[in-house]
């Protein structure tokens, strides 16, 4: 989509820079969920295999569960704002 954005002429250049920054922020969320999904998961394996739950890990597994949820609707947010500029071009 960047380089769409780069070859088409009839984005302002404001319009780019909105799409070029939303692409790049998502980018780095994308990223920072996979790094949570994969805390998440390590954290669930190990109430699985320990068998004893304690509040300190039901914390953390309702903490990045949350931040999870969060983190994916921002993405949510930032694409459908990319993608408001490209529909109404």
């Known amino acids: 989509m960047k380089e769409k954005v780069k070859a088409n002429k009839k984005y302002s250049a404001n319009e780019a820079d909105t799409i070029k920054d939303a692409l790049k922020q998502t980018y780095y969320t994308i ?4 790094l949570i999904s994969i ?27 949350l931040l999870m949820v969060i983190n994916l609707l921002m993405i949510l947010k930032r694409i459908s704002a990319a993608l408001d500029v490209e529909i109404e071009k």
Do not use: D, G, H, R
Not at 31 to 34: G, L, R, S, T
């Open 39 to 65: 805390l998440l998961l390590v954290l669930c394996l190990i109430n699985v295999f320990v068998a004893k739950y304690t509040l300190i890990q039901s914390v953390l597994i309702y903490y990045f569960s």
């Open 31 to 34: 990223m920072f969920e996979i």
